[in-house]
């Protein structure tokens, strides 16, 4: 259900792309639209992880570096079916944590200094088998790609917005100020608020799958209670652009922020990892969760 729902998403922010290179430049607009996603996915797949990993100063650490962390990894991952990804730590006192790279064998999990400060074993464990589930499910490739497309709408919008203040070959030639107008202002906004409505549906997956490779729903559920309230208490200076990317959101706001917010309402995610605990774990025995 949660990859046919964001399947829908990704085809309607599909959608909103072409239409949007439609009104501004015609079948040539299109094109241009298609052209343009492209080389921002393709940029964004080979080097989004180390831009990320360097924007927040994060510090490869080795076994003797962080042996706890790493054994921990090396557990999850092996119950996940999956390669050992690459561990660093952030130098920043809020606590959080994300998840990046291209596919399986290029990940790494990135977690701040924060985060080991308040969280046990248990719920730390939680919250890296929720990072590995991103990998997992691809996350990180279809939030790029999603990002990615909403920004290249993003620019047709800024690109006819200059088109009316000078004077486009389309109006010159009769095209519809309207077209160019939705251009500007309809598209860009629908395309963000599809693309949070995808970062909000693959949280919701990523919970699920790992308190699954975690075997305790609950230890997440307490985590993410502790670094909600961790967050409010420490904020942190995260680039919106990246705000997606960690398992709390990093920025602060109310009323209508929530609307445009990258996570979904943290009461629901708990309440739903409470119930998986509740209703109990099938995979508590230790069986491989793949």
């Known amino acids: 259900m949660m990859t046919l729902k964001t399947v829908f998403l990704m085809t309607l922010l599909t959608v909103i792309l072409v239409g949007a290179g439609g009104m501004f430049g015609g079948e040539s607009g299109m094109i241009m639209a298609f052209m343009l996603a492209l080389v921002m996915n393709g940029a964004s797949y080979w080097f989004s992880d180390r831009i990320v990993l360097r924007m927040y100063g994060a510090r490869e650490v080795g076994f003797y570096d962080a042996p706890k962390l790493h054994r921990i990894v090396e557990e999850l991952a092996l119950r996940a079916q999956m390669p050992m990804p690459k561990l660093y730590i952030i130098p920043e006192g809020a606590p959080n944590a994300f998840a990046t790279g291209r596919n ?46 909403a920004g290249a709408i993003s620019m047709l919008g800024n690109m006819a917005h200059w088109g009316m203040i000078f004077g486009s070959r389309n109006d010159r030639d009769g095209g519809h100020p309207m077209a160019a107008l939705l251009t500007i202002i309809v598209a860009p906004l629908a395309a963000i608020l599809v693309q949070l409505a995808i970062s909000r549906s693959r949280e919701y997956g990523a919970d699920a799958t790992g308190a699954a490779i975690s075997a305790d729903p609950l230890s997440l559920a307490n985590a993410l209670r502790k670094l909600h309230t961790g967050a409010a208490q420490t904020p942190m200076e995260a680039n919106p652009a990246t705000a997606h990317m960690f398992i709390v959101n990093p920025l602060t706001g109310g009323g209508l922020m929530k609307l445009f917010s990258t996570h979904p309402p943290m009461e629901e995610r708990i309440r739903r990892l409470e119930s998986m605990a509740a209703a109990g774990n099938p995979l508590s025995g230790g069986a491989s969760v793949f």
């Not at 701040?112 to 308040?118: C, H, N, Y």
């Not at 929720?130 to 990615?148: F, M, P, Q, Y």
């Open 104 to 149: 399986e064998r290029h990940a790494a999990v990135a977690v701040t200094q924060g985060i080991l400060r308040i969280l046990d074993e248990a719920e730390l464990r939680g919250v890296l088998a929720h990072e590995l589930s991103h990998v997992k499910n691809r996350d990180i490739l279809v939030g790029t790609i999603a990002a990615t497309m």
